[in-house]
């Protein structure tokens, strides 16, 4: 009798275990591309988001590994001849900026990084400044599908 009822109580603790805490984790890998007539950009982002469920409260994790690069379309040597310059970009979970004084070294276009919070989503638009010597362009990316 003792062998049933272990036999038996075994396999329901494991299902009660089981549907107690319940997870749920959901991808978001994009590449959101943009350019204007000097200057273009791609933000990469590998994010994932779990909804974890105990005893009926839903919570949420998430992280995200993300990289910005930002490319000037001329000659790389044209970008020795900068003084000043200053870029930034914004989107719903992202955002960055970079001061430099020139002449500006290839390796400082490129920000990334890692964290929790908020993740850009599919239909995100991440808006780009870029400033050099008294000129301006701003520009969007967005996600290629």
Known sequence: MKKMIRALL???????LL?????????FN????????????????EASQK???????????????????LHYKGEPSD???IKQ?????????SGG??????PVPIGMLKMGGSGSGT????????KVTVEWDGKSEEFELKNEK
């Not at 549907?19 to 991808?27: K, V, Y």
């Not at 909804?51 to 690069?69: A, G, H, M, P």
């Open 51 to 69: 909804l974890i469920t105990r005893r009926d409260k839903v919570t949420s994790e998430s992280s995200k590994q993300y990289t910005f690069n």
């Open 85 to 93: 310059m200053k870029y930034t970009y914004k989107g719903r979970g």
């Open 79 to 81: 970008l020795e001849t």
């Open 19 to 27: 549907t107690s805490c319940n997870t749920e984790t959901t991808h």
């Open 10 to 16: 075994l396999p329901g603790l494991l299902l009660l």
């Open 30 to 45: 994009y590449t959101f591309k943009g350019e204007a007539e000097t200057w273009s950009a791609v933000y990469k982002q």
């Open 97 to 102: 900026s970079q001061n430099i004084e020139g």
């Open 119 to 126: 993740i850009e989503r599919e239909d995100s638009v991440i």
